[in-house]
């Protein structure tokens, strides 16, 4: 009971709420900041013979856009529970953002979006196509990159319903991102080898040094403290 009530303190404060924005901020910088360098150049599929095989199911739409539901909501539990490791998930994140970056600008890459269904479902695929159409930016998935990491940090730290929860959320949002047809099953492979690598890069440097600067600065803020 304990352990609920401190998830939802956390969740459903400023402060949390600040974390989740930090992080999920911090990473979507590089993403615009590639798609605007890349915006008149050719790009590239990617696909491969599995990828053909990987059906559309609208239905996905839904733990693709609970996303940054479930990193906001990582965010801010690691930030009630152990500042040290919300500055290596943030660091972390940082880390992958900028090395996608580079690999956003040197390999162009999209993917031609499905028809947006009609009824309920047609909404939320509307939604994502919305934000990025055409889907570019696709090696490697930072989607994937940033739900594996939240299952790294939510490991040793938080209760284990949470990181069972966890590991169940990461996996139906890394899955969502080839059955909407956002990416290609070689971004997925490449956001979650992007998110070890990082992981065990950020136990110490100057990308946690830039995340406590980062964070230190956010939580100064008097109601936020």
Known sequence: MICIRTFFDAVFSLRGLASGALFIASCSSFYWLAKLLIAKRPKREL????????????????PYLSSFVFWIATCAYLSALDVTRYH?????????AMISCVFFVAIPSEIKPPPV???????????IQFVDNPPVNLFPSIHCMASLLSVLAALG??????????????????????????????????????????????????FVRLAEILSGWLFSIPFLR
């Open 47 to 62: 696909s491969i013979a599995l990828d053909d095989r990987i059906p559309f199911v609208p239905a996905a739409a839904i």
């Open 88 to 96: 290596r998930f943030l660091a972390s994140g940082i880390m992958g």
């Open 117 to 127: 269904p009609k009824g309920f479902l047609g909404f939320f695929i509307g939604a």
């Open 157 to 206: 730290v938080t209760p284990a319903p949470w990181v069972a929860v966890s590991v169940i959320w990461a996996a139906l949002i890394v899955l969502s991102t080839v059955l909407v047809k956002q990416h290609y099953a070689i971004d997925t492979v490449a956001g979650l080898a992007l998110a070890a690598v990082c992981w065990a890069a950020c136990s110490g440097g100057v």
